[in-house]
């Protein structure tokens, strides 16, 4: 059995590396493999080890065409904003490290902290569930107001601009698993896609040495970005983007990159350990060890061991890619190669979101620019997720 589980553990490393690399395949999309993987009839620590290591390792690797080649991925979209813009100060692999040095540290704290965890995380769940849309005005204030003078007003149009087509998305006759990615792409991908190739942008020589950053900084921004990545993985409509929002509002590159690293990370966790900590599947992941496999104290404590060992390897492996891409995009035409991502992601949208989807990722890309050309946070965007969650709470306490 020992070696049937490193078998699977390494297969999902390797799948969420894969994940981790395509422009918006998201490892939430592996639900449509439930029939697959049930018709194997795998053992609890097989299935365990290949599921848990897809979603860790894909929440490490992801970030790496989110800051390279801008094209995001559900839960570090916001990732793109300072990542981008250091590639193109000559930052692009200190930029991506910065990310990694979150997630790790996100799974270290999340599984030293693990007999904390089991006391405190129900009785969060329980005391601040009926209260999600409280919650997310709150952020949803606090991105808005950070803006200066008149843009405060430009913000908040933005912000429901973006919160109805949410309302609407999920009108349209698209899949629920997909219609995320061409809003996502044109927000933060396509829109600044089209900016980088209207301006011209070349990506400059990468500085070889090491950036300071303080380890107070990134223990700091470790810790507070664990702590938010809890109560994205563990509380309905409080996901890792609305959190990731929130974050946005530090005018700290640095401490945000490492911060949205361990948000997302301990998000994937947490909404795993969830299904034992709170009876509640709170990813697509979770959803799928839900409908094949019961979670007790044996399997959480297997859970935190493969997300060490997971964590640790698309670690290693992601800044290896990162060092390898950055050689990759310096002798190639950036203006081409932001050509060839956007016609791909286009051709993504049409083939898999079709005709709607595409006109979704027009609308969106559309916004992206306005909000750049006026200078706005673009985390202010998350209110496509974030006011469809807030009236859904709000009619159901009404």
């Known amino acids: ?9 390494f297969l999902g490393i390797l799948v969420g590396i894969i994940f981790g690399l395509l422009p918006g395949v998201h490892p939430n999309t592996i639900v449509i493999l439930i029939p ?13 080890a290949f599921i848990v290591a897809v979603a860790v390792t894909n929440s490490i690797a992801s970030f790496l065409p989110s800051i390279l080649l801008s094209v995001p991925d559900s839960g570090n979209e916001l990732s793109i904003l300072p990542g981008h813009r250091m590639l193109l100060d000559g930052y692009g692999y200190q930029a991506v490290k910065l990310t990694v040095v979150g997630s790790i540290g996100a799974v270290i704290l999340c599984a030293a902290a693990f007999p904390l965890l089991v006391v405190i995380v129900p009785f969060l769940f329980d005391s601040l569930s009926n209260y999600i849309y409280l919650l997310l005005i709150i ?23 973006s919160g109805i087509i949410g309302i609407i998305s999920s009108r349209i006759p698209i899949d629920n698993t997909l219609t995320l990615f061409p809003i996502f792409s044109g927000f933060f991908g396509i829109s600044m896609i089209l900016l980088q190739i209207r301006n011209r942008v070349e990506i400059p020589e990468q500085h070889q040495k090491e950036m300071y950053v303080s380890k107070g900084l990134i223990n700091s921004s470790v810790i507070s970005g664990s702590i938010a990545g809890v109560f994205s993985g563990l509380l309905p409509g409080v996901g890792a983007s609305e959190i990731a929002s929130l974050a946005s509002v530090d005018r700290n590159k ?14 994937i966790v947490l909404s795993i350990l969830g299904l034992w900590l709170i009876g509640k599947s709170r990813s697509g992941m979770a959803v799928v060890i839900e409908q094949l496999a019961s979670i007790g104290l044996e399997e959480a404590i297997m859970i935190l061991i493969i997300t060490l060992i997971s964590g640790g390897v698309a670690a290693v492996c992601t800044l290896a890619m990162a060092k390898k891409s950055l050689l990759l995009v310096k002798n190639l035409s ?4 932001a050509i060839i991502v956007l016609l791909f992601v286009t051709m993504l949208t049409y083939m898999f979101a079709g005709l709607y989807g595409t006109l979704l990722l027009v609308v969106c890309s559309a916004i992206g620019v306005l909000t750049n050309v006026v200078n706005v946070k673009r985390g202010v965007l998350m209110g496509v997720l974030m006011l469809p969650t807030i009236v859904f709470y709000m009619s159901q306490t009404a």
């Open 334 to 337: 950036y203006q081409i190669l």
């Open 254 to 267: 640095h401490a945000f990159l490492v911060r949205i690293g361990a948000i997302t990370t301990a998000n």
């Open 36 to 48: 697959l993987l049930a018709s194997f009839n795998l053992e609890t620590p097989l299935l365990l």
């Open 139 to 161: 952020i949803a204030a606090i991105m808005v107001f950070s803006e200066q003078g008149k843009k405060k007003l430009i913000a908040l149009a933005l912000f429901f601009a």
């Open 1 to 9: 059995m020992f070696f049937e589980i490193l078998f699977f553990l």
